[in-house]
Nanobody
Framework: QVQLAESGGGLVQAGDSLSLSCAAS????????MGWFRQAPGKEREFVAA??????????YYADFVKGRFTISRDNAKNTVYLQMNSLKPEDTAVYYC?????????????????WGQGTQVTVSS
């Protein structure tokens, strides 16, 4: 069983930056693929970014609408994954969820992930 806890959400203005964190329990965090998804009111939960693992270097994946603005990273010693969000836009307003999986699969697909956090609210005002 893996437990995930997001933090770092808040209210910011357009153009500002925000950093989200997701602390994970479990001894095998370093071998999990970690993802960030978001869900705006009335919309489906959508993929934002993911970071996998390998013995050499992790690969990162991004949704097109965040490329160049958001950066995902992980610190295996702290069992934590981060999402640095820059140049925020009002359309980035959503609840942001952290997810993890030990399985190989399509990192942008919700069904790939086995564990989810409770989410953290990000609100970007114009």
């Amino acid at each position: 069983q893996v437990q995930l806890a997001e933090s770092g959400g808040g209210l910011v203005q357009a153009g500002d930056s925000l950093s989200l964190s997701c602390a994970a329990s479990g001894r095998t965090f370093s071998t999990y693929t970690m993802g960030w998804f978001r869900q705006a009111p009335g919309k489906e939960r959508e993929f934002v970014a993911a970071i996998d693992w390998s013995w050499s270097a992790s690969n990162t994946y991004y949704a097109d609408f965040v490329k160049g603005r958001f950066t995902i990273s992980r610190d295996n010693a702290k069992n934590t994954v981060y999402l640095q969000m820059n140049s925020l836009k009002p359309e980035d307003t959503a609840v942001y969820y952290c997810a993890s999986t030990a399985r190989r699969g399509v990192v942008a697909a919700r069904g790939t992930y086995d564990y989810w956090g409770q989410g953290t609210q990000v609100t970007v005002s114009s």
